[in-house]
């Protein structure tokens, strides 16, 4: 116990783990549930990685961090939650804390030269879109770029704007129920499997949503020819303390936000308390 504790008295003194007041600029609704919070401060990240945000008064959670421009940080907030619901009662003007970068990001490097294939459902696009909007600034660094993004409903699909003019990048939707207005796909995200045009054997898949999402869009695109070293994942199930100290995030030998949150599937798949 004494080395634990003295492992978390020395994480205290790196200015990392000690939360930086910042405030909120601007606020945006993106769906019923969710809200963006545009934070007056920059961090030097990499994509998929992710910070602690804090509801002074109430306590902090793990967000990834879905942008890397103009010095300001995003944070794409469900309410799900005690210190989910604080913050989405945040107004422009208020503040927060900010604790990060903390966890291994995508491999930024390892995907040069190569098309992605990113397959989000729900909220899983902003920790997708961290690593969308890095490959489109560096776009003569990568392939082709395709997103196959699926959501509950067409209210539930986030950065709604932002999908109407993502740049080079190539966009199928699908929502599970649609309405009296949506003209387009309709079925789970793995449905739209076969609008893609992919060489599994020299593309990487980018995997990002609710777990049972992650866990048959790994099985489809292992049918379709990608192996399992060729499949990252982001697994922010139960994050919580951000350093390996609470447990809450402790999948086989990892815990989530210590090693990951990205995996290859090849790391994890075999683990049987993954899902």
């Known amino acids: ?31 019923p549930d969710v809200k963006t919070l545009v934070i007056d401060m920059s961090l030097q990240n990499i994509p998929g990685q992710f910070a602690q945000v804090t509801a002074f008064g109430v306590g902090e959670i793990p967000l990834s961090i879905p942008s890397l421009a103009n010095n300001k940080l995003e944070f794409c907030i469900k309410k799900v939650g005690q210190v989910s619901n604080a913050l989405h009662e945040l107004k422009v003007g208020d503040q927060v804390g900010i604790r990060g970068p903390f966890g ?4 930024v490097d390892k995907m040069k030269g190569h098309d992605i294939l990113f397959v989000g459902g729900g909220i899983g696009l902003p920790p997708l879109r961290s690593m969308i909007d ?3 600034k560096h776009r003569s660094d990568y392939g082709k770029l395709q997103l196959l993004y699926g959501a509950r409903s067409p209210a539930d699909l986030v950065y709604k704007e932002r999908l109407k003019s993502w740049g080079d990048l190539d966009i199928k939707l699908t929502v ?100």
């Open 104 to 107: 291994r990001p995508f491999p």
């Open 176 to 275: 599970d129920n649609g309405d009296n207005n949506w003209k387009g796909h309709v079925g789970v995200v793995t449905t739209i499997f076969d609008q893609i045009d992919v060489d599994p054997l020299s593309a990487y898949a980018i995997v990002v949503g609710p777990p049972i999402m992650i866990k048959y869009a790994s099985i489809e695109l292992k049918k379709l020819g990608f192996t399992s070293d060729r499949i990252v994942l982001s697994l922010e199930r139960m994050m919580k303390c951000g350093v390996g100290l609470c447990g809450h995030c402790n999948i086989g030998p990892y815990y989530v936000c210590r090693d990951g949150p990205t995996f290859y599937l090849s790391e994890v798949e075999d683990l049987p308390d993954l899902w």
């Open 134 to 136: 890095y490959a489109l």
């Open 1 to 31: 116990m004494n080395a634990i504790i003295d492992k978390f008295q020395i994480s205290l003194r790196d200015d990392l783990h000690v939360p930086k007041v910042a405030e909120i600029i601007d606020v945006i609704d993106e769906t």
